[in-house]
């Protein structure tokens, strides 16, 4: 994986470990990751369309292009095939809440 994925490998794999990970379901099947960061600071990514909200996706991958992806989007990916990830069911407002929140710490 370190091969692969440089750097990020270990951290994710890290992330994995500590089971960080939390896939957020909406009962419309809605679905996001929210991943404790090692900063403990929490990050909502979207593998659907390879998405993070941590600051090194924004600078490392959409501004520098010098990685593929972020330790969290990674630790997502890692924790979706090894079945590690817990699991948390809300409601189609909280998800929203969770969305909106995210949107007022970017702004």
Wanted: with cysteine; hydrophobic share 40%; aromatic share 8%.
């Amino acid at each position: 994986l370190k091969f692969i994925f440089g750097p990020t490998a270990v951290p994710a794999l890290d992330l994995v470990d500590q089971r960080s990970v939390t896939r957020v379901r909406a009962p419309s099947g809605r679905i996001l990751y929210q991943v404790l960061g090692s900063s403990g600071k929490l990050y909502t990514c979207y593998s659907s369309c390879h998405y993070c909200t941590c600051p090194a996706f924004g600078f490392s991958v959409l501004q520098k292009s010098e990685s593929l992806l972020c330790k969290h989007i990674l630790a997502v990916y890692l924790s979706q095939a090894m079945g590690a990830c817990q699991e948390l069911a809300v409601s189609e407002e909280q998800l929203t809440n969770i969305l909106l929140a995210e949107e007022e710490d970017e702004g």
